[in-house]
């Protein structure tokens, strides 16, 4: 696995709201990009559809998602593992994120991103991958605002 990146983000919400989103699967549906279809299959595992841009191509891939190392509301890491379809590849991607509390009712989202490719996937390089995935995060972390903002 290779680190993608790491970043910092800021959030209108708690701590404890945002881990309330990440608890229901309906809200994780609904703020994670590309969700086609999410169905539990677990504690803290789900089963889905996810889809996503890479350059000129769109990627349906068949996903397993866990979470390991929960500190409720604070750290949690995403593993997701994940085949393309269509495509002789294959893909995990584990992303820590820490929560901390700021003023004003704000939190600070902090996450890595590690990255293992293999197949047709790594035709794509670093850089574009690097891309693709810091998007996709930072449209989860603000799409978690918007789901706390409508139920503000």
Do not use: C
């Amino acid at each position: 696995m290779s680190e993608l990146l790491r970043e910092t983000l800021e959030i209108a919400g708690a701590p404890e709201e945002i881990w309330s989103i990440l608890e229901d699967l309906d809200a994780l549906r609904r703020v994670m990009p590309g969700a086609e279809s999410l169905t539990p299959d677990g504690a803290g595992r789900f089963r889905g559809v996810l889809v996503s841009k890479i350059q000129f191509m769109t990627i349906r891939a068949d996903v397993t998602a866990t979470f390991h190392d929960a500190e409720p509301p604070r750290h949690l890491r995403l593993e997701i593992d994940g085949r393309p379809r269509g495509l002789a590849a294959s893909f995990r991607a584990s992303v820590p994120f820490d929560i901390e509390p700021t003023d004003g009712g704000r939190s600070q989202v902090s996450y890595a991103v590690d990255l293992t490719v293999t197949g047709r996937l790594s035709a794509f390089g670093v850089p574009l991958l690097r891309d693709t995935m810091r998007r996709q995060i930072a449209e989860l972390v603000r799409n978690i605002g918007r789901e706390l903002a409508d139920r503000a």
